[in-house]
């Protein structure tokens, strides 16, 4: 079947020139003129409405499913626990060659009708899988007895859907946006720093890219079973010179080497963090419980980096997600 982009592009113009070969010959040349004006905007009209390979996937064999204006439904395909109420969630995508399509730094909105409440509840989280992973996403949730979402989605069978609506938030990674990242996570907040470490390491030169961004993480939480995600981040800074990762707990075992407490200024200067002192080519990232956010823009502040604003931009020294 003769597609449109021949239709128009081939088989009408070559109309045209033999109906003017066929009524004057004198016709012909201009013929041959319009028949190429037909044929050039015909193939230009069918680029411009056809979504290029790359757009469409072709050749990666992967698209974004994310659709950042509707809520769509994503079924639950497995469940890892991790303790008596954190696990990993993987969600399946509608294809297995399909993709979240999450920007770096990006966030998804989860949400659900919760009994007792009137309204939709929505909450945002960061997956800790990428774009590099077709088929599924994974979060990692710790469930509370008085959450809505995270309880909703701790309660979820293999099979049940989530809504999921994205991507959202003003960071976006580009590799080299600055030359050193310092990070300050607590709990869940390490999601988002995960995510992000993991990109400038697939980046390196070893790995074919160009990324030299050295990033300093401190991770605070209350006792060493808290430490989400501890054996990924050791390895990524056991393979990678470029990251390291300083331990907080408010409630250390016996011998523990890291830093004890709350994370304070003179911590945050310590030498065994290794933060970045404050430059034009430095960032530092914020995400954890609202308490220790506000008190890490404070600290930070108080060491000559600039003031976070209420709502971060992507151009912020101080980021908070």
């Not at 066929?22 to 028949?35: K, N, S, V």
């Not at 990692?140 to 999921?164: C, D, F, R």
């Not at 390895?235 to 408010?250: I, P, T």
């Amino acid at each position: 079947m003769a597609t449109p982009q021949y239709i128009g592009g081939v088989y009408l113009p070559l109309v045209i020139v033999l109906a003017a070969a066929a009524a004057r010959q004198e016709w012909i040349p201009y013929a041959f003129i319009t028949a190429a004006l037909v044929s050039a905007v015909s193939f230009f009209a069918l680029s411009v409405d056809t979504p290029s390979a790359i757009t469409k996937g072709i050749g990666s064999g992967s698209t974004g499913v994310l659709n950042p204006s509707e809520f769509q439904q994503y079924p639950l395909s497995e469940k890892t626990v991790l303790s008596y109420n954190t696990a990993i969630y993987r969600f399946r995508l509608p294809k297995s060659s399909d993709i979240l399509g999450l920007p770096i730094g990006q966030h998804i909105s989860l949400a659900a009708h919760i009994e007792g409440q009137e309204k939709e509840v929505v909450r945002s989280y960061t997956p800790i899988s990428s774009d590099e992973d077709r088929g599924y996403f994974d979060l990692i949730i710790k469930s509370y007895p008085q959450g809505n979402i995270s309880k909703h989605v701790g309660a979820l069978k293999i099979g049940e859907t989530m809504q999921v609506r994205g991507p959202k938030g003003a960071m976006v990674y580009s590799p080299n946006m600055v030359r050193h990242i310092g990070m300050i996570a607590g709990g869940t907040g390490i999601t988002p720093m995960l995510q992000i470490v993991r990109a400038i390491v697939r980046g390196r030169a070893r790995n074919g890219g160009s990324d030299q961004t050295r990033v300093d993480l401190i991770f605070a939480n209350v006792n060493h079973d808290d430490i989400l995600l501890k054996d990924d981040l050791d390895q990524l800074a056991r393979e990678d010179d470029g990251f390291q990762v300083y331990y907080v707990l408010n409630n250390p075992p016996a011998g523990w080497t890291g830093g004890t407490g709350f994370v304070t200024p003179d911590m945050i200067k310590d030498s065994q963090a290794k933060f970045p002192s404050p430059a034009k080519d430095t960032k530092v990232l914020l995400c954890g419980p609202p308490p220790m956010v506000s008190a890490m823009k404070k600290a930070t502040e108080s060491l000559s980096y600039e003031k976070p604003r209420a709502v971060s931009k992507l151009d912020d020294q101080v980021f908070c997600f």
